[in-house]
């Protein structure tokens, strides 16, 4: 059993930052790429941003230079680091992992989400 669990969304005003964080725990033997995407009330998910584990990064054009995402492998951790945030990025955050839980085959896994509120 794999968990995902997300944290640090909330309500903030127009230019302000937050930090998302997500915990991957349970059976883990190892963790390949880890991403966030969101989803906004009457629209599909959408990517956010993806990392690899050997480091490579994309992101969604809409937050290019605003957001950041990083993991700590030691952790299991993936975050998004989230500036100049904007009301458009008002949405549910949902992180994911692709996690090998005895060392064959890769499963994605998602948490269940965080609210971000960012007002005008």
Known sequence: QVQLVESGGGLVQAGGSLRLSCVVSGSIFSINGMGWYRQAPGKQRELVATLTSGGSTN??????????????????????????????????????????????????????????????
């Open 59 to 120: 992101y969604a054009d809409s937050v290019k230079g605003r957001f950041t995402i990083s993991r700590d492998n030691a952790e299991n951790t993936v975050y998004l680091q989230m500036n100049s945030l904007r009301p458009e990025d008002t949405a549910v955050y949902y992180c994911n992992a692709d996690v090998s839980p005895y060392g064959s085959r890769y499963f994605r896994y998602w948490g269940q989400g965080t609210q971000v509120t960012v007002s005008s």
